[in-house]
């Protein structure tokens, strides 16, 4: 168990847990804030040139985007576990053909600066809860790229060009890639080119979110 991992868990014990989404005692993410999660029904982007698949699980507003919030900004580690748990339920009723589940990885400037990848948290929350296999390192972030939300659909895809590659043996031949939120599509499909040229034959992206009125 990693130091920051051990830490977490004591603070647990020490200090109650108090709910991401609207701050209350009991539990990391109440009940009455996840029957206000609102479930994505609207287009989903079109799916890009190296992606077989798209899934997203909630739209990203309320108490999820709080959630979210507080894992990425206030690092909260532990409500990664709640958010897993919910992008694994989604996986159970909409499923995906997987040989391996891949997080979207950080930059190294990036996860220096953060202390962790929230995707790798989540993914490893999904892999836990369907025992399908995670694979993470392999797949790099070689360019650190300016901040997706920032740009515009055509900004975003230039800025993901080429930025990731696969550094090891030929990847799985189905693989289910990880993240929090979803905008275009273009981080995920830059992803999915790199896995490609490593040799996988299927690449789909699982989302725990993504904003309503996106242009599909």
């Given at each position: 168990?990693?130091?920051a991992?051990l830490?977490d868990?004591?603070?647990s014990?020490l200090?109650p847990?108090?709910?991401?989404g609207c701050?209350?005692?009991?539990?990391?993410?109440c009940d009455?804030?996840?029957?206000?999660?609102?479930?994505y029904?609207?287009?989903?982007?079109r799916?890009?040139d190296?992606?077989?698949g798209?899934?997203?699980a909630?739209?990203?507003?309320g108490?999820?985007?709080?959630?979210l919030?507080q894992?990425k900004?206030?690092?909260?580690?532990?409500?990664a576990?709640?958010?897993?748990?919910l992008?694994?339920s989604?996986?159970?009723t909409?499923?995906?053909p997987?040989d391996?589940?891949?997080?979207?990885?950080?930059h190294?400037?990036?996860?220096?600066?953060?202390?962790?990848n929230?995707?790798e948290?989540?993914?490893?929350?999904v892999?836990?809860?369907?025992?399908?296999?995670?694979?993470v390192?392999?797949l790099?972030?070689?360019r650190?790229?300016?901040?997706?939300a920032?740009l515009?659909v055509?900004?975003r895809?230039?800025?993901v060009?080429d930025?990731f590659?696969w550094?090891?043996?030929?990847?799985?031949?189905?693989?289910?890639?990880?993240d929090?939120?979803?905008t275009?599509?273009a981080t995920?499909n830059a992803?999915a080119a790199?896995?490609?040229?490593?040799?996988a034959?299927?690449?789909?992206?699982?989302?725990?979110?993504r904003?309503?009125?996106?242009?599909?």
């Open positions: 168990m990693s130091l991992l830490l868990s004591l603070l014990l200090l847990d108090r709910c991401a701050g209350r005692l009991g539990a990391l993410l009455e804030c996840r029957h206000r999660l609102v479930v029904d609207e287009a989903l982007p799916v890009a190296q992606l077989t798209v899934r997203i909630y739209v990203f507003e108490p999820l985007r709080h959630a919030h894992l900004y206030r690092r909260r580690r532990r409500v576990r709640p958010l897993g748990t992008m694994a989604h996986l159970h909409h499923p995906l997987c391996a589940l891949i997080p979207v990885p950080l190294q400037k990036r996860l220096k600066e953060r202390g962790f929230q995707a948290l989540l993914a490893r929350e892999a836990r809860a369907t025992g399908f296999p995670l694979v390192g392999p790099v972030r070689i650190a790229t300016r901040q997706q920032l515009g055509a900004e895809i230039e800025n060009a930025a590659v550094k090891g043996p030929a990847p799985p031949a189905r693989i289910v890639l990880v929090d939120v979803l275009t599509g995920v992803c790199a896995l490609r040229a490593g040799g034959r299927e690449v789909y992206a699982l989302a725990l979110a904003s309503r009125g996106h242009m599909p």
